[in-house]
């Protein structure tokens, strides 16, 4: 197996992220949500928090569609310095009130290590983005925390490399990684990037790491992210990120492929039956909003 | 939207395969079998046309497992002159002969304007591979003949050539063309190409002509097929074509890729699953092998 | 050397192609002009035959400017039907005539095998286009007849495929081929496609055959050119095929990538500087136009 | 121009690393060599530092082979955390070491923000590698510093993306920014990425800070990179980044990529040539080593 090929240690099953090594599948368990299990696990939220009211009103709509976790970026990271780059430990604040509100834990993205403590502090999920994929003392850092890290594909990124970007932040000590398939970079330009569906069986094999798809960020248009939702869980997923905005058009960033609430409803209604046709199920939130 | 910007005519509404030219879906009849329809479309065989013998055993165990089409190759388009190129002709007569006795309708490539009309004499469906997806005179010449023709995406093609590519057989005067994604070239060497599904919702959207997905060139490995077959169709795909070897270990061409026979007759009951979790069906053949 | 794993033969030296099977340099001998050799060759003209007066005035103004060979299509591969397809035939005798005016050699694509034999007649260097790269018929073709060939890589080809697809042509009979790199498909979008010069060393070390390099269509903007074409002979290229149209405002294809004539005449003064510091020179004709 | 396209200001020229607000070059001055201006300035050395024995021997190599400044990592970003990660701030010692023994200035990567401090009190040029070009911290860090920032192109980054994080850098005060185009990833696997220079003259017509070439990385191979280094100033480059190693077969990264000694001092005969031939020259240190 080509992940084994930059390998200085003497037997290359030895890696942590290898199913060689740990042949059974990872199950992480986020406040009693089961991602790698049986259930297919709904992350969903708006790209970045944008006001108390825009996260609070987008965490009750997607609550009620039937999202299990709630997603929404506090620092953003952004092609352009002039660009909106999120609201910082306010926006964590937030989030911490959305949680409280909902009861759906959350994740937030990560992008610096000397604000990992913070993030940490807030957060039940810790994102690393795609362009942090090779961000090494990044990785190393989440090594070291003891939360769940929902680790994004870089856009250029090959598995066996991914795969290696994984390894250090097992080597790190903490094992509770959650891989996602958001979309390579081709010279394709309809889409944003190539959302490719088939990592979800090559990673299933390699390793034993739940893996969940993000199509939003992949496909940039909203109205092609239902199809790639379903096609995801078809292909194997153990869950999906979508983006969802109470008013997209408003959004500061990426509104285009952020669905509207009535929308991503009925996305996990149609996710759910595409769960059952491939022998699961969906996660169905327990506990009442306050 | 950007399929119009070559555009020399004063309309870009008025693009032959454009949705906005013809808004209803067109749905292709092969020998009673519809595709582009409700029903969901199988096609299988193996990648070249080898021999009698081993047309005719898989057209066999293809039949019995579910497909409705037979494919084979017996014009071979590869990368080196010294590679199998195919049967030619006598592998047009085992294909024939092989329709005789299962009663499916077959589909096989055609590389060369001059071999057009033996091809037509012999097919059901002319294929034109990713190959030859810009080989303009052979669209033209297909686009002449009076038979439906299953039109693969270039491994380098974006989609808004593709489909002024498909204008090119739509302008000759032929409307029954059958879009098939399978796979494009990108940086990532796990899979032969990378399979772009989201090609499915893009084309439905903006062609009204019927879209397949052919998971055993795009992936390369026999192991992937069953996965990416099931998210093709609940992306939206009509129908699917599959690579099956009845003894892949001996196949003269893509054997990794090839599924055994009992793999197949898994993936069309698990395709079958999905077709029905996303309101389709699978279409079944009425006709008994001879 | 990769070149060799599709190799169906016992020894990999064997191919025709391979600088193993014949070490000294493979020079072309065009009417005089000497392709491969010491000298570098500079080929140049329109993208497209417009009419007779476009192409006897950029005939003129490239031979002035120091062209050796000249370029002009009269059948045009276009990735719409809608736009101009070329003049056909009508567009071989207007190059016809530009050589007899000029005393030129001249260079035009044929796209299809039927066109073979009247490219062959009118032209001295048959044209084999990017999109062309693995039409495999047309490659066939090409070998059996007694011109050079000018091939173009594919703008999807990997240089092992380039060069197997070469094979087919000399495997023919065939080995007067000049190769041509003229961009590859990669995500950026600044430019066309992306040129790749390092193919020039690799395809030097691996092959006996000529490279030239064709920075017009490979940038897509006139302005980048000059650069190019400097850096492909430093790289090693033995010749430069140059887009040049006498009003690039007017050009019925590819205007913005072709060079005014004043800024094609200092190219070559700026080129003929490099060729001299890297031990090389620039064929000046001989030949005073009629 | 594209690079405004995400421009939150009101007006795209006022972006800091446009020609248009600064049209005329920046030229930066490093211990008295000017990066930007009309000498070639040549930097090389080994990919990692890999011990005090190895940076000495390789320094003076190159410093007799023609170098200016010396590379050397201390930090080094590495697919697999088993593989060497460097010697860190023992790395740097030894590359202080070196320029005082040859007077070369020095330029070594830094990848965390933590380590920006540590590495600015021993390093003359601060490197920023491919991989972190995304890195946002990263660069905010290194504009607040008051060192040159050699700014590398990230494999996967458009020219659109990698203006605008460099900007990031010049936003927080600091205009010392070298750009140094690397190669991108494409799908070509005979180099380990592609080198895009149609990069150079993009770039310079694009913004007045100055463009150099890393041809080492890019290739992978030594053997292919002279023909780049001369085809990098061809085509406009201010500068060249190779990497060379005493012994070569000894290295412990990028072995297969590292000149010998004898062929860096071959490399920079041929490129004054080229330097030359395009109306610039090459900078000759003047100061004799220690």
Known sequence: MKVYKDNNQSNGESYLVSRQTKPDDTVINVNGIKIGGKEIVIIAGPCAVESRKQLLETAKVVYSGGANILRGGAFKPRTSPYSFQGLGEEGLKYLSEARNETGLPIVTEVMDTRKMELV??????????????????LLKEAGKCNKPVLFKRGL?????????????????????VILCERGIRTFETSTRNTLDLSAIPILKRRTHLPVIVDPSHATGHNWI??????????????????????????????????????????????????????????????????
Chains 1, 2, 3, 4 share one sequence.
């Open 120 to 137: 940490c502090k807030y957060t039940d999920i810790i994102q690393i983005g795609s362009r942090s994929m090779h961000n090494f003392p």
């Open 156 to 176: 250029m990124g090959t598995i066996d490399e991914y795969l290696l970007a994984a390894e250090y932040i097992l080597n790190e000590g903490n094992n509770q």
């Open 225 to 290: 992210v239902p199809a790639m939702a379903k096609a995801a869980i078809a292909a194997g997923a153990d869950g999906i990120m979508i983006e969802v905005h109470h008013k997209p058009l408003d959004a500061l960033s990426d509104g285009p492929q952020s669905l509207y609430p009535d929308n991503f409803a009925q996305l996990v209604k149609d996710v759910e039956k595409i769960a059952i046709a491939v022998g699961r199920s969906i996660y169905h939130n327990i506990q009442s909003p306050a």
